[in-house]
């Protein structure tokens, strides 16, 4: 019996020295582990690189941030101006936008360019008084052969508003003007900045100037974009098209331009990196 107790007081100390152990162990794998750790820490040691992790971008590095969309694209656009009455067209553009090149293409055409309107021939001028803007953009692109993604359209007097509220637009004039018609006009030559009321009369002048005359439109709308096309106005950009799609004949809506919102950003931001005049 007393062999027997004497068994079962030596298996009691053998798991208290166990437990003990355990805990002495523990205590001390603990202890290792945390000095380690700040060992490696002071060392600037990254364990998440270490075990094969994405190194972590460092906030002293410089990030490059590219605005507007690698993906190549082409979208054609019709901008017009009408009388108050949208009864005469005064003068109208074709012009295609080229991105991520940033390039813009320029046509200007007569609004007596002539088309067959039904069973006769007429001219845009006529479709348009006739029919409205969508019939002229149905009749731009038959008679030029490509798809439009969008049309603008202005009266006189709203185009001469949109001007004035850019500010003024910077038209180098080769030569003294001294046109007197069903309007007048005098410029001297050199550069000169117009108002909307001047730069209306103008593109009106270059319509009676044959071939060169359209050139020099297409010339005048790129100065037009440069003045507009700023970086200032990205903070603004929504209150202008929403004036514009209030004052002006369009069919690009809202959706549209939120969906070219960042290659409109791009374009404020970097400018148009180059105009080609089509003749």
Same mark, same amino acid.
């Given at each position: 019996?007393? %062999?027997?107790?004497?068994?079962?007081?030596?298996?009691?100390?053998?798991?208290? /020295?166990?437990?003990?152990?355990?805990?002495?162990?523990?205590?001390?794998?603990?202890?290792?582990?945390?000095?380690?750790?700040? $060992?490696?820490?002071?060392?600037?040691?990254?364990?998440?690189?270490?075990?094969?992790?994405?190194?972590?971008?460092?906030?002293?590095?410089?990030?490059? #941030?590219?605005?507007?969309?690698?993906?190549?694209?082409?979208?054609?656009?019709?901008?017009?101006?009408?009388?108050?009455?949208?009864?005469?067209?005064?003068?109208?553009?074709?012009?295609? $936008?080229? !991105?991520?090149?940033?390039?813009?293409?320029?046509?200007?055409?007569?609004?007596?360019?002539?088309?067959?309107?039904?069973?006769?021939?007429?001219?845009?001028?006529?479709?348009?008084?006739?029919?409205?803007?969508?019939?002229?953009?149905?009749?731009?692109?038959?008679?030029?052969?490509?798809?439009?993604?969008?049309?603008?359209?202005?009266?006189?007097?709203?185009?001469?508003?949109?001007?004035?509220?850019?500010?003024?637009? %910077?038209?180098?004039? /080769?030569?003294?003007?001294? =046109?007197?018609?069903?309007?007048?006009?005098?410029? #001297? /030559?050199?550069?000169?900045?117009?108002?909307?009321?001047?730069? =209306?009369?103008?593109?009106? =002048?270059?319509?009676?100037?044959?071939?060169?005359? !359209?050139?020099?439109?297409?010339?005048?709308?790129?100065?037009?974009?440069?003045?507009?096309?700023?970086?200032?106005?990205?903070?603004?950009? /929504?209150?202008?098209?929403?004036?514009?799609?209030?004052?002006?004949?369009?069919? *690009?809506?809202?959706?549209?331009?939120?969906?070219?919102?960042?290659?409109?950003? =791009?374009?404020?931001?970097?400018?148009?990196?180059?105009? *080609? *005049?089509?003749?």
């Amino acid at each position: 019996m007393s %062999n027997s107790l004497f068994k079962k007081e030596k298996k009691a100390g053998d798991g208290l /020295d166990k437990k003990k152990t355990l805990i002495f162990v523990a205590v001390f794998i603990l202890i290792f582990t945390g000095s380690l750790l700040y $060992i490696l820490k002071q060392n600037n040691f990254n364990l998440k690189t270490a075990l094969g992790g994405d190194e972590e971008t460092s906030a002293s590095e410089e990030v490059s #941030v590219t605005l507007g969309s690698d993906e190549e694209s082409e979208r054609n656009y019709l901008l017009f101006c009408c009388d108050s009455e949208k009864e005469n067209l005064k003068f109208l553009w074709l012009v295609k $936008i080229k !991105m991520p090149d940033c390039v813009m293409t320029i046509k200007s055409l007569s609004p007596l360019t002539t088309i067959q309107l039904g069973s006769r021939a007429s001219t845009i001028s006529t479709a348009f008084a006739t029919y409205g803007e969508e019939y002229l953009a149905e009749s731009v692109e038959s008679k030029e052969g490509i798809e439009l993604d969008g049309y603008l359209g202005a009266t006189t007097e709203n185009f001469k508003q949109m001007i004035n509220y850019f500010g003024s637009v %910077n038209i180098s004039v /080769d030569e003294k003007v001294e =046109y007197k018609g069903d309007f007048s006009l005098i410029l #001297v /030559d050199g550069e000169t900045g117009m108002k909307g009321d001047t730069l =209306y009369r103008y593109l009106c =002048y270059l319509g009676t100037l044959g071939d060169k005359g !359209m050139r020099e439109r297409s010339e005048t709308l790129s100065e037009i974009f440069k003045a507009i096309l700023k970086e200032k106005y990205i903070e603004k950009e /929504d209150k202008i098209f929403s004036k514009m799609a209030n004052a002006f004949m369009t069919d *690009i809506s809202i959706v549209d331009f939120s969906a070219k919102r960042e290659n409109i950003e =791009y374009i404020l931001t970097n400018g148009v990196a180059e105009y *080609i *005049i089509e003749e």
